[in-house]
């Protein structure tokens, strides 16, 4: 368990409540404190990102099985080759040895996707539009028949969107913007959220206001 | 009222933040208690989790980072209560580089929470055998896959460069379809590829907690029955944590139900600003004003 001390536990609060002082202050108008601490939240950002990947990935899946003693494990040699190989990418003389690598990556990424996708997407996806009217479904499943219909034909552009063809594409026009609506309105609600968590942040664990 | 509409659509933005600012502040200093309903897609989720078994295991994703801890984290603590509560044993890992902070510091505050009479009723959870935490792994979908064939072979360590093989939660649910359901608690893409890559191929049920932002794209999931459940945002962490009676485990509301009257005061102003908006803008467009907006 991660022992904090008390000084470094209220070290840690006032340089978090310092730093999102300093990112509110874009609200009023962009300002060098900005600019400050947001290079300084990339540049903590990537770090942390680098020593995660490097200590959960890069060690027990490289570094421990090619050091001799009983975990070694020559075969790690081959998918390290390829990943060096995507490396050779920058340097024009030898980039094309990243070809045999990607070759290799985007064989093995289709092989892995397209019956997962098939079987556990689209399948199940396409079953659940067409689902059987029942007493309980009735009134759903013709609005969602009718949504991708009228969506699919919107966006079907062999035939021109005039007569019937354009009637049909204008209700999946409404069906998209009803879609949008409900997006926008959950991104308004998310944006929200990470405002209160911020305030809660400033109000209960700085200002230690009664919680 | 054409002066009235030329100061209205002409308003500094500054304004409107400071408006959205005391809506947010006032309500989190002197809450209002506004009610809220539990939704069937939140209820479900949380129901499948209480029909477990005490010794049951269930996979924990956390594949969300500091940026969106206002949303995911209180729903993590919440679940994370229910499971150590019911005696159920949840292997946790994230899939993103920043995730292991928080997923650690959320499991660790559990295991010491303390009750109103001092006692520690989670101290006595042991690493490996009531829980485990396998930090994170580069992969995405591979590690769904790898997972789908055994935990020990894809995390050879824990979090804490345990080794896994001899921890006895992996004797008991070795690989994914040993496991009783996937909670993914996420604020990038992964929900998505949980459904293809682990829970269909392993034919265990999955449940989505995500923020705010990506939930609708997960309800033709819910629909098709792909997922079980689905908490979406802070509304959905706060209709859970009043499932789990947070305020009867600790003491008080669960952070996500402290933010939900700043979440409505905030809404409410922006549905007045977008019909007032709207009007002046009407009016604006009949008799346009100079300076006014197109």
């Known amino acids: 368990?991660?022992?904090?001390?008390?000084?470094?536990?209220?070290?840690?609060?006032?340089?978090?409540?310092?730093?999102?002082?300093l990112i509110f202050s874009f609200i009023y108008k962009d300002n060098p404190a900005f600019k400050f601490a947001e290079a300084l939240f990339l540049g903590v950002s990537l770090g942390y990102t680098a020593v995660n990947t490097y200590w959960n990935s890069i060690a027990p899946q490289v570094i421990r099985p090619l050091t001799p003693g009983v975990n070694?494990?020559?075969?790690v040699l081959l998918p390290v080759f390829l990943g060096l190989c995507i490396i050779l990418r920058v340097i024009p003389s030898l980039s094309w040895l990243s070809r045999m690598a990607f070759a290799v990556y985007i064989a093995g990424y289709a092989g892995m996707a397209i019956p997962n996708e098939i079987s556990g997407r689209l399948l199940p996806q396409v079953g659940?539009?067409?689902?059987?009217?029942?007493?309980?479904?009735?009134?759903?499943?013709?609005?969602?028949?009718?949504?991708?219909?009228?969506?699919?034909?919107?966006f079907f552009f062999s035939l021109e969107h005039k007569g019937a063809v354009g009637r049909i594409s204008r209700i999946g026009v409404v069906f998209v913007m009803i879609s949008f609506g409900a997006s926008f309105g959950y991104t308004v609600m998310a944006r929200v959220s990470l405002l209160i968590g911020r305030m809660q942040f400033l109000f209960f664990d700085w200002l230690g206001l009664p919680n | 009222m054409h002066n009235l509409a030329k100061i209205i659509l002409n308003l500094d933005r500054r304004i409107i933040y400071s408006v959205v600012m005391l809506c947010v502040a006032i309500p989190l200093i002197r809450p209002f208690g506004l009610p809220f309903r539990v939704t069937p897609e939140v209820r479900d989720g949380y129901e499948l989790i209480e029909s477990l078994k005490e010794g049951d295991v269930i996979v924990i994703s956390c594949d969300y980072g500091p940026s969106a801890e206002a949303e995911t984290h209180p729903m993590y603590v919440a679940l994370l209560h229910q499971c150590f509560r019911k005696g159920i044993r949840p292997v946790i890992l994230t899939l993103i580089p920043d995730g292991p902070g928080l997923a650690n510091r959320g499991l660790e505050d559990v295991l010491a929470y303390q009750d109103a009479e001092?006692?520690?009723p989670y101290e006595h959870l042991e690493s490996g055998k009531d829980y485990v935490f396998l930090g994170f792994k580069t992969g995405g979908q591979a590690i769904m896959?790898?997972?789908?064939?055994?935990f020990t072979g894809t995390f050879p360590t824990d979090y804490?460069?345990?080794?896994?093989?001899?921890?006895?939660?992996?004797?008991?649910?070795?690989?994914?379809?040993?496991?009783?359901?996937?909670?993914?608690?996420?604020?990038v893409g992964y929900p998505d590829f949980w459904i293809p890559y682990g829970t269909e191929r392993a034919g265990i049920p999955f449940i989505v907690s995500c923020t705010a932002v990506s939930a609708p794209q997960?309800?033709?999931?819910?629909?098709?029955?792909?997922?079980t459940g689905l908490i979406g945002g802070m509304k959905g962490a706060a209709e859970y944590e009043s499932l789990v009676d947070m305020?009867?485990?600790?003491?008080?509301?669960?952070p996500a139900t402290k933010g939900l009257d700043a979440q409505s005061a905030v809404h409410v102003f922006i549905i007045l600003a977008i019909i007032i908006a709207n009007i002046f803008y009407i009016i604006d467009r009949r008799r346009p004003l100079s300076g006014g907006v197109a």
Request: with cysteine.
């Open chain 1, 128 to 154: 659940s539009t067409m689902a059987p009217f029942t007493a309980a479904t009735w009134y759903i499943t013709p609005v969602i028949l009718l949504g991708v219909f009228c969506t699919m034909m919107y």
């Open chain 2, 118 to 120: 001092g006692q520690k």
């Open chain 2, 145 to 150: 896959i790898g997972i789908g064939q055994g």
């Open chain 1, 72 to 75: 070694f494990d020559a075969w």
């Open chain 2, 247 to 254: 305020a009867a485990i600790t003491g008080s509301d669960g």
């Open chain 1, 1 to 21: 368990m991660t022992e904090v001390t008390p000084i470094g536990q209220l070290l840690g609060v006032w340089i978090a409540a310092g730093l999102t002082l």
């Open chain 2, 218 to 227: 997960y309800y033709p999931y819910y629909a098709a029955g792909q997922a």
């Open chain 2, 160 to 187: 804490n460069a345990q080794e896994t093989a001899a921890m006895p939660i992996f004797r008991d649910a070795p690989k994914l379809a040993d496991t009783k359901c996937v909670f993914d608690i996420a604020s």
